[in-house]
């Protein structure tokens, strides 16, 4: 009698976290069709790009390196065509970056840090489009929101009304 109950929870516990793994899967998957219909009517008639013709296209000479090298990463996180990603799309509205699970801000900033040197830390709350974050990376700066006027060393600033 008790191994039967027993073996009724561990059935019921089973089922249930399969029920939940199988709701969450298909909420993501909902969102990701969402994400890739929106960038596909936003890069429609884009011609695609390299890594390396996107930063040629797109930024000074300086920054170049920097601009190729954030695409590929860009490349590594996106659930759409990095190759036909501008500058100016949206990391958060137009690309879905964190709408699925989150992994992929923490991915590019450890990316970033471990790449250049640079913290991005609570610098995301205004980094909107790539082309913040390449100027971001390229100042070589850590962010410290909140102190003096608001606004980082770059001239970036932080939330609405300070920390």
């Known amino acids: 009698m008790l191994m039967s109950i027993l073996e009724f929870l561990v059935f019921k516990v089973a089922f249930h976290v399969l029920r939940v793994a199988w709701r969450d899967s298909l909420k993501h998957s909902r969102e990701a069709a969402r994400i890739k219909k929106h960038a596909a009517q936003l890069m429609a ?7 390396t013709a996107f930063a040629a296209t797109f930024f000074s000479p300086s920054e170049r390196a ?4 954030i695409h590929e990463f860009l490349g590594e996180i996106l659930i759409v065509d990095v190759t036909r990603v501008h500058p100016d799309d949206s990391l958060f509205g137009d690309l ?3 709408q699925l ?8 900033e450890w990316r970033v ?5 640079v913290r991005i ?6 980094l909107r489009t790539v082309r913040d974050l390449v100027t971001y990376v ?7 929101v ?3 006027d608001g606004h980082d060393a770059r001239g970036f600033s932080g939330p609405p009304g300070g920390r």
């Open 101 to 108: 699970d989150g992994m992929d801000l923490s991915y590019m």
């Open 45 to 51: 008639g884009r011609k695609p790009l390299s890594s």
């Open 146 to 148: 909140g102190i003096g």
């Open 121 to 126: 830390g609570p610098a995301w709350v205004f």
């Open 96 to 98: 879905g970056v964190e």
């Open 66 to 69: 920097i601009a190729a090298k």
């Open 113 to 117: 840090k471990r790449e250049w040197g």
């Open 138 to 144: 390229w100042t070589g700066k850590d962010c410290h």
